[in-house]
């Protein structure tokens, strides 16, 4: 019986199938859609006003510390800005499938991102690059330790990517799957109690939609802090 009820909890990260059919690439690229497109008129729609503001003034931000030689990143940077919030949010509706919920998909985000840093750090500055595996003045019996320890928390770099994502927004989910299971099986007995869980539900799924947006932030604000010690 509880076995049924904690693989219950987490029938909502299951990738969804049709037919046989898994649907995930179909959840990846079906909130393009949603986005308006740019028009032809003289004064734009404010939906697209307001797009184009978000994606100016991000891009804006997330280059403001880099070099200008990082600045050819600035499109692949905000795609996945937008690619990731939107998914998140999206991912709140009643019904819907959430991807960035699954770990592969976000090991797939971080992983060639990262490398890709990495390579040009080693192409371009192989030496800073190198040299960041070893603080400056770094005592001699501690250099070797060091290096072990600067290398592996390099590579362990996408892995907290893609967990943390993952962690922060799975356990979004299953806490407002909770307290609206539990408002639900209270409502007859003690509504009191009932209306106080779905109060705090409804707190929560505020506080989601901050996670959500923050989450897909953090994400690209960290690669283009990995960008930027390459560059």
Do not use: C
Request: glycine share 6%; aromatic share 10%.
């Amino acid at each position: 019986m509880v076995l049924t009820l904690i693989l219950g909890l987490f029938d909502q990260f299951f990738s969804p199938y049709f037919l046989g059919v898994p649907l995930l690439a179909i959840a990846i690229a079906a909130p393009w859609v949603l986005f308006p497109k740019p028009s032809n008129r003289v004064i734009n729609g404010r939906s697209l006003v307001a797009q184009n503001s978000f994606v100016l003034n991000f891009a804006k931000q997330i280059l403001l510390p880099l070099n200008v030689g990082a600045h050819k990143w600035a499109l692949l940077l905000t795609v996945l800005m937008v690619n990731l919030i939107t998914l998140n949010l999206l991912g709140l509706l009643p019904y819907t499938f959430t991807p960035t919920t699954q770990l592969p998909l976000n090991m797939g985000f971080a992983i060639p991102l990262w490398l890709a840093t990495v390579v040009i750090g080693l192409r371009n500055q192989p030496t800073i690059a190198l040299g960041h595996l070893l603080p400056e003045g770094t005592p001699a019996p501690l250099i070797p330790v060091l290096i072990i320890i600067e290398t592996i928390s390099l590579f362990v770099r996408p892995f907290a990517l893609g967990v943390r994502l993952t962690a922060n927004l799975a356990a979004g989910h299953l806490l407002i799957q909770l307290l609206s299971s539990a408002t639900l099986f209270l409502i007859d007995q003690m509504w009191p109690v009932a209306i106080l869980t779905g109060l705090v539900m409804a707190l929560l799924t505020l506080l989601e939609l901050a996670v959500a947006a923050i989450q897909a932030y953090v994400f690209v604000l960290l690669l283009s802090l990995y960008l930027q010690e390459n560059t």
